[in-house]
């Protein structure tokens, strides 16, 4: 249902920095990716809110930014 849906956003996104740690163990630089979980806050309020329909076309838009942020700090981790 809806709920579950937007509770399964929340874990993906928030997922995501959930795994900074274990990659840092590794890779310290991975640490970088974390600065985009600022960027994380507008699009998973609004979705966890209950905004639906058209008002959600922002938030896909913003969280794929955040995710190609989060991916470009993550592979500058990666190579430093």
Do not use: K, N
């Amino acid at each position: 249902g809806e709920q579950r849906t937007r509770l399964l956003y929340a874990v993906l996104v928030t997922g995501a920095l959930a795994l900074v740690p274990p990659i840092a163990a590794h890779y310290p630089w991975a640490w970088l990716a974390l600065a985009c979980a600022p960027l994380m806050l507008r699009p998973l309020r609004t979705v966890l809110d209950g905004t639906s329909g058209r008002a959600l076309i922002p938030v896909l838009a913003a969280t794929s930014r955040v995710e190609l942020v989060y991916a470009g700090l993550l592979a500058v981790g990666f190579t430093l």
